[in-house]
């Protein structure tokens, strides 16, 4: 499994399954879900817009076409766990919706916390039809699902 964070220089170009690790309010998410998608011997790119190392421009890859926008364009799934709300995966339903995005969308929402509750009712008043998992590695068996009907199966391992 490949990490890519937003650095001080371009990504790599990425080839096979890839996932996207949506922001959201807590920041700590994202290594758990690395650890469970490298528990489920995921072997693709996982794109960690939470930089685990300094760089000199922080505000960089959220800038618009920044790493940020990049990123998200070139994965295969976007995970969203705990979002604010559903602005960001409703431009990225529309944008496929059109035929200019391919990527799966998975979105996990703690039922114990109130603000991703209202999330998920957000979510589910935009996208009536979205299952919205209740747990972090629910959400990561889903977008490890996605793959295995979107992709051929010597890419996953």
Same mark, same amino acid.
């Given at each position: 499994?490949?990490?890519?964070?937003?650095?001080?220089?371009?990504?790599?170009?990425?080839?096979?399954?890839?996932?996207?690790? +949506?922001?959201?309010?807590?920041?700590?998410?994202?290594?758990? %879900?690395?650890? !469970? $998608?490298?528990?489920? *011997? &995921?072997?693709?790119?996982?794109?960690?817009?939470?930089?685990?190392?300094?760089?000199?421009?922080?505000?960089?890859?959220?800038?618009?076409?920044?790493?940020?926008?990049?990123?998200?364009?070139?994965?295969?799934? +976007?995970?969203?766990?705990?979002?604010?709300?559903?602005?960001? %995966?409703?431009? !990225? $339903?529309?944008?496929? *919706? &059109?035929?200019?995005?391919?990527?799966?969308?998975?979105?996990?929402?703690?039922?114990?916390?109130?603000?991703?509750?209202?999330?998920?009712?957000?979510?589910?008043?935009?996208?009536?039809?979205?299952?919205?998992?209740?747990?972090?590695?629910?959400?990561?068996?889903?977008?490890? %699902?996605?793959?295995?009907?979107?992709?051929?199966?010597?890419?996953?391992?």
């Amino acid at each position: 499994m490949r990490v890519d964070e937003p650095l001080d220089h371009p990504p790599a170009d990425n080839t096979g399954p890839s996932v996207f690790l +949506a922001a959201g309010p807590d920041a700590t998410w994202q290594q758990e %879900a690395l650890l !469970l $998608l490298a528990n489920a *011997a &995921f072997t693709g790119t996982v794109f960690n817009p939470v930089p685990t190392s300094p760089i000199a421009d922080r505000d960089a890859p959220w800038r618009p076409f920044g790493w940020h926008q990049l990123m998200l364009r070139r994965s295969t799934a +976007a995970l969203f766990w705990n979002p604010p709300g559903p602005v960001m %995966a409703t431009d !990225l $339903l529309s944008r496929h *919706a &059109f035929g200019f995005l391919d990527t799966a969308i998975v979105v996990g929402c703690d039922p114990d916390m109130p603000g991703p509750r209202e999330a998920k009712e957000q979510f589910l008043r935009a996208m009536p039809w979205l299952t919205v998992e209740q747990s972090l590695p629910d959400a990561v068996n889903t977008v490890l %699902a996605s793959f295995a009907t979107t992709l051929p199966s010597d890419t996953l391992a």
